[in-house]
């Protein structure tokens, strides 16, 4: 049996986008009373926010004047409530959790970028702590001395290590789940296979949403007083439909999973742009590449081995250990590196929430009560002017 539509009335807020910054928003609003629908253009919780490594850093401790510290912040604070919530109503364990971060710099242009963190740290007032590498393997034994050197000179006294104490993880997988749950639970209408999904407008203001269901039928209107675009690295050519150009494009991140018999470090191990991300039932995640390819999702065997060979180069004991999965996910990059929130200018009752590149779980629940602010007309906790869709024109 097909999802059932509910075409009779309107909804208060229909939202276009079924990862976890759509789902988030629906859950948000519809527990503060609100009718709400999510409309996919493919299976739920599918899409980059399920390909993801779930890593949440840390946020600033004190006044945080710049506009993305502020959303990292807040959701850094929202994250631990959201949780909570979570498996209150649904009983899901998203597994989040203040697991900590280590941080390792082996070439010299990586010790000189890490320098450049502890600076960025102490503005923020994260706390963080150069380590030794005996506190290294004490912490994380299966990442072996030998490993832990500067691959150009073989030794270990010029590698720099940090350990930031709030970095935290969520399993994004089983959040998705307890987002759809919770969803399901407050009511939302969970429409998927929106296929060939358009959106009619008069003058300014978006009328309906149209799109063909996965079963055989006509073309569905949904209508709604409002309208959030959620679209991730679709966005763009969704809402050049509408006439309106965005900064929006897709970045492609492979992923691997690997099997342990049990957690071989239990906090996240990051080098670069590269993490190894540890699970609580053995499995280790691998990440990940930027990689600007349109939307093509196929893995590489290249960067397969690529990430395969970093991985090993730190915990040689992963090479012993069954491959599970291999993946790939499209993440809504920016121009600008932020993300796009509030208006969409010129529709009155048109919104937006994408762009956020690869922070979207991160900033997801932050990005949530925001945006119903927004869209309530109340004045957001951040001020969304930075993040508006047309920056630096006047709409």
């Known amino acids: 049996m097909g999802t059932q539509y509910d075409l009779t009335s309107k909804y208060d807020l229909a939202v276009i986008g079924g990862g976890v910054i759509g789902l988030s928003i629906a859950a948000q609003c519809a527990k503060n009373g609100w009718r709400v629908c999510v409309i996919d253009r493919d299976r739920i919780g599918k899409e980059s926010s399920w390909a993801g490594a779930g890593i949440l850093p840390a946020g600033a401790s004190g006044l945080a004047d710049d506009p993305i510290e502020q959303l990292r912040q807040l959701s850094d604070t929202l994250h631990a409530q959201w949780a909570e919530w979570l498996y209150e109503l649904t ?24 320098r450049a963190n502890c600076l960025w740290w102490q503005e923020l007032g994260i706390e963080y702590e150069p380590w030794s590498i005996d506190q290294v393997l004490s912490r994380c034994p299966m990442l072996e001395p030998q490993s832990l050197a500067d691959p150009s000179t073989q030794s270990t006294s010029r590698v720099d290590f940090y350990w930031v104490q709030r970095d935290a993880q969520v399993r994004n997988p089983r959040h998705l789940i307890a987002l759809k ?26 009328q309906s949403i149209a799109f063909t269901p996965d079963e055989p039928g006509n073309r569905v209107k949904i209508v709604a007083d409002r309208v959030c675009l959620a679209t991730g690295a679709w966005t763009g050519p969704l809402l050049k439909t509408l006439g309106i150009e965005t900064g ?27 993490y190894m991300v540890p699970r609580k039932d053995g499995r280790v995640l691998v990440g990940s590449c930027e990689e600007e390819v349109g939307f093509h999702k196929e893995n590489t065997q290249e960067m397969m081995d690529q990430l395969a060979d970093w991985a090993s180069s ?44 690869r922070h979207g779980l991160h900033w997801s629940t932050a990005t949530a009560v925001l945006m119903e602010q927004h869209m309530r007309g109340q004045k957001p906790l951040i001020d969304l002017e930075p993040f508006r869709l047309h920056r630096g024109n006047v709409s």
């Open 91 to 114: 009983r899901i364990d998203t597994e989040y959790q203040r697991c900590g971060g280590l941080y390792i710099a082996r070439s010299p242009a990586e010790r000189a970028t890490m």
């Open 181 to 206: 749950a919770a969803c399901q639970t407050l009511g939302v209408c969970l429409i998927e296979q929106a296929k060939e999904l358009s959106l009619q407008a008069d003058g300014t203001s978006i």
């Open 248 to 274: 929006i494009y897709p970045v492609r991140g492979q992923m691997q999973l690997y099997r342990f018999d049990r957690p071989p470090f239990a906090c996240v191990v990051n080098e670069g742009h590269r």
């Open 314 to 357: 730190l915990c040689p004991m992963i090479r012993r250990v069954p491959l599970e999965m291999q993946w790939s996910g499209l993440r809504p990059g920016s121009i600008d590196g932020f993300p796009y929130l509030g208006t969409l200018h010129p529709y009155t009752n048109g919104y937006i929430a994408a762009g956020h590149f």
